[in-house]
């Protein structure tokens, strides 16, 4: 059977307004990619201290990811497979930082970790301080882009059959060691998708970390000193690194990480 058909005058409206959006995403970020020569591109990012701010940024968002698998994880398997009183409170409260004004955000963290914050003034009595300094970078990555891994997670656990997990109880497998051997292992490739993401959506965060800790500059604070210091020319070059990784990202993300889904074919067997 030939599953072929002539596009209806609906299809071809629908696609015109879905070109209009891609080039509405497109053309900026092309525009940029070609904006400066390779010459520039290569002297602007091999300035050290883009490379500084490269790898600050880039350990910054693993140590918050690492943070958020040790924290996450647990939290997104009681939601995927345990109803409790206030299920629906939580699960908004972790979504709240995608909605909140990244810059709000900074603000809020500052009255916690700031130097006369509730945990910053006690905390820097001992000598830790969250205020110009790496341990204010992880935690601004962290609170902004906690809600990808959590929400990911929790959508890997909900697509694992229960009842694999009850076929590993009846054999003698404790609840840790079912969760261990055979939920975790099947939801792995959703969690490590939203480790990845959340871990480009740290590098790309400005807001949070600009008002709470500001130095050591990440990337994309670089990009806005050199872009408010010496102009756009200036900044270019460390834009079109940042979209270059970005791309490289999505690339490894959907490639590589996330299902594919296989094609049905006619087989032998016939219909199922």
Do not use: C
Request: aromatic fraction near 10%; avoid cysteine.
């Amino acid at each position: 059977m030939n599953r072929g058909r002539v596009l209806s005058r609906m299809d071809w409206v629908f696609s015109f307004v879905g070109l209009l959006l891609l080039l509405f995403i497109l053309v900026p970020l092309v525009a940029t990619l070609f904006a400066s020569s390779p010459g520039e591109f290569i002297e602007g990012v091999a300035d050290k201290g883009v490379l500084q701010s490269l790898w600050l940024t880039f350990a910054a968002a693993s140590v918050a990811t690492l943070i958020a698998l040790v924290l996450g994880i647990p939290l997104a398997y009681l939601l995927a497979r345990r109803e409790f009183w206030g299920k629906s409170l939580v699960q908004g409260i972790i979504d709240l930082p995608i909605i909140i004004p990244h810059t709000a955000a900074g603000v809020a963290l500052l009255m916690v970790f700031g130097r006369r914050g509730l945990l910053g003034e006690p905390l820097a009595s001992v000598g830790m301080y969250f205020t110009e300094n790496f341990a204010g970078i992880v935690v601004a990555m962290l609170f902004v882009s906690l809600p990808l891994l959590v929400d990911t997670a929790r959508e890997s656990f909900a697509a694992v059959d229960q009842r694999l997990e009850g076929v590993a109880r009846t054999l003698g497998a404790s609840p840790w060691s079912a969760f261990r051997r055979v939920t975790l292992p099947l939801a792995w490739r959703g969690i490590t998708a939203g480790s990845v993401l959340m871990w480009a959506r740290g590098i790309s965060e400005f807001g949070a970390v600009v008002i709470l800790a500001y130095n050591p500059k990440t990337i994309s604070v670089l990009v806005y000193e050199r872009f408010a210091g010496f102009g756009l020319s200036s900044a270019l070059p460390v834009t079109a690194l940042l979209l270059i990784l970005a791309l490289l990202i999505l690339v490894v993300v959907r490639a590589v990480l996330m299902p594919r889904r296989r094609k049905e074919r006619p087989g032998r067997g016939g219909m199922r």
